[in-house]
């Protein structure tokens, strides 16, 4: 029907039109909120959507029984029977992990790749008569099953008869020209923080100790593989590119800053694992924490480990406690003495894989109706609808300035629901402090889940509840909330 309209409320109407015009132009809320810095590179946005990748210990200490091999071992030592790259990238695959990281060579300085720089090495191994390289047969298998290839190359070196000394620097540069010049494209390159001490040193079975904060000279060690591959992730400690969890049982903090200040750490520093597990929400790097964690007790294989095979369902919880903290998970598996990954563990990750797929098995509130008490601008471009509709670059916000909002899906019918999940959409920087989940029940709002950060994402496993309605509120946060993905199964 058609109301003719007197020329007062005309005026009225278009008055309100320019107020609202220029509210939001002047606060900007026509557009896309500003990044707060610091923000992921693409190499990190690339790493946060991996969510699980997979590390592989294998050497001397695979055939010793040790953890941490002196450097003395003799080279027919190192004899895997039935070695096969293949059944680890495949098993990798097949489980959900995106990347596997070789040690290349660990503390007791046998390499797997035929290294012109040493004679420590498959090379002079029984394994395929010296002519094998695991290096290789590795990184084409990842590449056969579409995975990405990382290389771990422990700095500390117990073999090398140099090790302490400026010569060292050298071999371990020129050993990384060779990894990255042979091997690559290397997505992750691993450094361990672990440094010095005894070892065998060429035959001087000394005590070794170096300043890590300056012995290596990463920045130049960097510079160097800068030349060979412009993109490459790198982990140590304190990161550039990923930092350590600050333990090895495969668990983010609950508060988790995917940002920290560098100048506060350096590899091999004393007491800042509460940091490293936390980050700082006012970091000025982007580093987030990658959970480095084994299937087994050990970083290494050891047939008396097989009955502690972490299960399923522990790897499960693993799960929830890195990448449902908005961290990666990588999880050791490591082959025994055939060269493959044992029956144990293949039968845990497949397991876990099963579990994974049946516990987030349908997203109940995919497409379903959303709304949220307030969203930037009134634009549609950052409505609630984009919470719930399966893209992760569509997202809500709200005005600058606005700190707090909460938003509602409506499920459509009453359901069990077992876990909520959020994403922040990172690429605008992390920015929630605090948040709640409640759920509709006997007509009335209950609080199921409180929070600090979310990151790229937040898995909350709730006690199973039946409702229909879920309600999401940011109650503090850096700068106005972007909210990317919200999920219910
Ligand atoms: C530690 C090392 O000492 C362990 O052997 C293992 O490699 C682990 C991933 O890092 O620092």
Known sequence: MFYPMNKKSLFLILALFATSISANSQTNNSKAPAPVYPIPDKMQMEWHEMETNAFVHFTTNTFTGLEWGFGDEKLSTFNPTALDTEQWAKT????GFKTLILTTKHHDGFCLWPSKYTEHSVKNSPYKDGKGDVVKETADAVKKYGLKFGVYLSPWDRNHAEYGKPAYIEYYRNQIKELFTNYGPIFE???????GGDGYYGGFRETRKIDSKSYYNWPKTLEIVNSIQKDVLVFSDSGPGVRWVGNERGIAGLTNWNTISTDTLYAGKAGIT?????????GKRWIPAEVDVSI????FYHANEDAKVKTAEQLFDIYLTSVGRGSTLLLNIPPDQRGLFHEKDVESLRGYKKLLDTEFSKNIALKAKVKADSFRGNSAQFAAKNLTDGNK??????NDGQLTGSFEVDLGK?????YVTLQEYIKLGQRVKKFSVEVWKDGKWTNVANGTTIGYKRIFKIDPVQT???RVSIEDSKASPVISNLEVY
């Open 92 to 95: 990798l695959k097949e489980t």
């Open 393 to 398: 670059e569509t997202y809500w916000a709200t």
């Open 189 to 195: 390159l691993w450094f361990d923080g672990a440094n």
């Open 414 to 418: 009453v359901s069990t629901v077992k």
């Open 274 to 282: 509460d940091l490293l597990n936390t980050g700082s929400i006012d």
């Open 296 to 299: 087994r007790p050990g970083w």
């Open 468 to 470: 229909s309605k879920i």
